[in-house]
């Protein structure tokens, strides 16, 4: 009983301490890594595009088949100015990756952070935060994890832009999100037990405190990420107005749940081909197919998490109406198709053909990022023997995002830094 109680009483102990020392290394670097985002940036006009690419101004002939729904004859030019807006924890790393070669197929002009691999999150995205930004300086795609801005935003991406994010079933978030980043929220280190999404979710009121640190990751992330009040009441006015603004900004918003249609009204509403679509699911979490919460905690996790809700039912209603419009059947035949061909890219690519544990993943340049504590984000084995013609892609296709963000020549100082310094602690 004694033992028990002393252990228990050492590994909180080494959970405060760990806990106090990371973030005070991690506020120190903040401060000795934040650009000066206070000062004014002068105005510069944004050109209409930043587009200077005939050679790849080729345009799609949309083919009149059967397969089209009404109004889906004519031509159109891929679109290659884009904001993707990437909420926490909803499959945003396969998307960045599928943005990734699409940008150096059309070598577009990414507007990344600096030094790390998001802007500033959650301090709301300033434009100086973009790596190498001069005023009037234009960029294709912005796509790192950010706290939305719009009027910020709108000044480093030409006026046409295609403003696009993906939503995540708020439950399911909650908890992703809690496992991911639990242990940088202090408030939840007080709560006992070894199930603390469950004791949390008993008494959600008694543990958040609105006002701690990283407390944003959990109540209403995906409302935080757009640069909303996450603690409104669901009554609020605000709510509302925040919806509106979101989908007065965004032409599309894609749903984790049903991520083969999300892309397909993807390629739709940028003109582009099936082959730009594929894809391997990276930075999956283990046994993460099936939901870690029972229906009562869910309902629980929807009650504590009501405005994302809103906001997800709001947007739920709008991609089906999009499916409709696509064509129920031509969405099937297309999501076929897609599945079809990442399984054949699978069997080129994968050692396996499927994703293993980190531990098993051979080479560092292939292991994701994981959870502090944990080791649960699955990665790849590229395979050996692949052939010349698929070699380039298939890595693109498997590089976890760091090391493509890096290769793309991103200094991630930082986010290296704190890798090294869990190393060390073997946190
Ligand atoms: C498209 O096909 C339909 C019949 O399949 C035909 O009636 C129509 O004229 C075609 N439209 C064009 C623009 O070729
Ligand atoms: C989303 O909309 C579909 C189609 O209207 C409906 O069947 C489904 O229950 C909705 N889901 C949510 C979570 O609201």
């Known amino acids: 009983m004694v033992g028990k109680q002393g252990r228990q009483w050492r590994s909180m102990c080494k959970g405060l301490v760990l806990g106090t020392l990371l973030t005070s290394c991690m506020v120190l670097l903040y401060f000795l890594s934040a650009p000066q985002s206070h000062f004014n940036l002068p105005e510069g006009p944004v050109p209409y595009s930043c587009s200077h690419r005939p050679a790849q101004a080729h345009t799609r002939l949309i083919k009149n088949s059967s397969h089209h729904a009404p109004g889906q004859t004519g031509i159109c030019t891929p679109k290659v100015d884009i904001m993707f807006m990437k909420t926490h924890k909803t499959a945003s790393s396969t998307l960045l990756n599928i943005l990734f070669r699409f940008g150096e197929k059309h070598r577009l002009k990414f507007a990344f952070p600096n030094s790390r691999n998001d802007f500033f999150y959650p301090y709301p995205f300033q434009r100086s ?14 796509c790192n994890h950010m706290r939305f801005n719009a ?13 696009i994010t993906i939503l995540r079933d708020p439950a399911e978030l909650f908890e992703s999100s809690f496992h ?12 006992p037990g070894e199930d603390k999404v469950g004791e949390f979710l008993r008494d959600p009121r008694h543990y958040f405190d609105p006002n701690g640190f990283n407390s944003f990751y959990l109540k209403n992330l995906l409302f935080f990420d757009f640069g909303q009040d996450n603690t409104l009441e669901l009554g609020d006015p605000q709510v509302e107005e925040g919806i509106r603004a979101i989908a007065g900004r965004f032409q599309l918003v894609m749903l984790v749940e049903h991520f083969d249609e999300s892309l397909m009204l993807l390629k739709d509403a940028l003109c582009w081909e099936m082959d730009d679509l594929l894809f391997f699911k990276l930075n999956a979490r283990k046994g993460s197919t099936v939901s870690k919460l029972t229906p009562e905690l869910r309902a629980k996790a929807l009650e504590w998490n009501a405005v994302d809700w809103r906001l997800y039912q709001h947007f739920n209603v709008t991609f ?7 064509g129920r059947q ?5 999501v076929a198709e897609l599945q079809r061909r990442n399984a054949v890219m699978a069997d080129i690519c994968i050692e396996g053909g499927h994703a293993v544990d980190a531990g098993s993943i051979q080479e560092t340049a292939m292991q994701p990022w994981q959870p502090i504590g944990e080791k649960s984000i699955m990665g790849y084995n590229l395979k050996n023997n692949v052939d010349k013609a698929h070699r380039k892609l298939c890595l693109k296709m498997l590089t976890p995002e760091l090391q493509y963000l890096t290769e793309l020549g991103v200094n991630l100082w930082i986010t290296k830094l704190w890798g090294h310094v869990r190393d060390v602690i073997n946190w």
Not at 129 to 142: E, L
Not at 330 to 334: K, L, Q
Request: charged share 25%; hydrophobic share 40%; proline share 8%.
């Open 129 to 142: 935060q973009v790596k190498d930004y001069r005023p009037g300086m234009c960029f294709n795609i912005i």
């Open 151 to 163: 009027p910020e935003v709108a000044k480093v991406l030409p006026t046409d832009t295609s403003y």
């Open 180 to 191: 991911y980043f639990g242990r940088l929220v202090p408030v939840t280190w007080k709560i």
């Open 320 to 326: 089906w109406r999009k499916v409709e419009a696509y």
């Open 330 to 334: 031509r969405m099937a035949d297309d």
